[in-house]
């Protein structure tokens, strides 16, 4: 038999199956700020994204996987974007992007299950902890009306914990017809529970409808910025970006997965019009892949790796690194670009000065086993 508690979770699935949006998740706060974090799931390769073309070994390691200095989109004198970030190459003229080089979560073992959970959670260890860092971050800010919501088929770990989330999974099922959901409505117009909830899908369904989002990156950004932008919509979000794992063919695949990336936070940027001036981006990946290219013309797993902070919100143009270098000394266990920035640091000044927190209450509370880094303030407009 199906109970009651199941059914309005059957109820609101299927409502949300009409949505074409996966891969969002969103959480209603109190604040005219917007905190977007992306997950590059699989491992991005840094050293191909944010470019150290300057370094004297880097064009040696990677051998033909280099990125031509011709076609590169330089930033200064020592780093330079992947050709197919053209968008945040002018983000970063504008001062509305800054990329930070060499940093790493407390992770070292390169699994990218654990890597994940160390990233998403805010251990030190895998499994340590069972909430996730972003729902901490909602539970510091004054709740707005209405919970947290994913379109997604689960909600990913980084949202999990106390903080209230609704799930709502997109299908393949034909659209329902206005006919149908006509007769729906009339149905629970008397159950005070379900009246609230399917009217809540609806709701979201007719938002999610103007522009009819599919999966392509732009139709994702586009419609974050449809609910992120709305006067009473969600505050925080997260987008789920998969296929970084490139340990063959690199080359072209990685170019497609940045060329998509760059994609889709412009359609956010494009999409939230003068609501981007109070946004931040933030994108990191688990962990990142080898200084050098393998075999197969790819990259393994690594060590560091590199992340973004990109929004109008930003104090960009400018690159934040501690550069190690990629001589073989320099090489962490001989193969990695060796870690010298925290991530969890980042994350946690970032988010602080984004939502107006107090940095150091953000640090323990997304990451209570962390050192707090008062070095990195500043990185975002007051």
């Known amino acids: 038999m199906i109970h009651r508690r199941q059914f309005l979770r059957f109820a609101a699935a299927g409502a949300g199956s009409l949505l ?43 051998g033909d996987l280099a990125i031509d200095t011709a076609t590169a989109l330089k930033l200064d004198g020592t780093f330079a974007l992947h050709s197919s970030l053209a968008e945040l190459s002018k983000m970063y003229a504008a001062k509305q992007a800054l990329f930070v080089q060499a940093v790493a979560s407390p992770y070292r073992d390169r699994s990218h299950f654990d890597g994940q959970n160390v990233l998403e959670t805010g251990g030190v260890n895998p499994y340590q902890l069972k909430d996730g860092w972003l729902n901490r971050l909602v539970s510091l800010m004054p709740k707005s009306k209405g919970d947290a919501i994913a379109f997604a088929p689960t909600i990913p770990l980084a949202l999990r914990g106390n903080a209230e989330v609704t799930s709502y999974a997109p299908s393949n099922l034909k659209d329902a017809d206005d006919d149908l959901l006509t007769r729906v409505s009339t149905l629970y117009d008397a159950d005070p529970q379900l009246h609230a909830l399917w009217s809540e899908a609806m709701q979201a369904r007719g938002l999610a409808d103007q522009h009819k989002a599919g999966q392509s990156p732009q139709d994702v950004g586009r419609t974050a910025a449809t609910f992120l932008g709305r006067a009473d919509g969600p505050r925080i979000a997260m987008i789920e970006t998969n296929g970084w794992d490139t340990h063959s063919a690199q080359a072209g695949r990685l170019g497609n997965q940045l060329r998509g990336l760059d994609a889709l936070i412009a359609a956010l940027r494009d999409g939230l019009g003068d609501n981007w001036a109070q946004t931040t981006v933030f994108v990191a990946t688990e962990f990142g892949r080898t200084a050098a290219a393998n075999g ?12 973004m902070v990109v929004g109008g919100a930003v104090k960009g143009g400018r690159i934040l690194s501690d550069w190690p270098g990629l001589s073989a000394k320099a090489l962490y266990e001989g193969r990695d670009l060796a870690p010298t920035l925290d991530l969890d640091a980042l994350i946690a000044t970032v988010a602080a000065e984004s939502l107006h927190l107090d940095p150091e209450l953000t640090m323990r509370t997304l990451f209570p086993d962390r050192p707090f880094n008062k070095a990195l303030s500043g990185l975002i407009s007051a």
């Open 296 to 307: 197969t013309q790819g990259t393994d797993h690594g060590t560091a790796s590199a992340a």
């Open 20 to 62: 074409l949006a996966p891969h969002i998740v969103f959480a209603n706060v109190a604040t005219e700020r917007r905190f977007v974090f992306i997950i590059q799931r699989g491992a991005a390769d840094g050293l191909n994204t944010v470019v150290p073309y300057a370094d004297p070994a880097y064009a040696g390691l990677r």
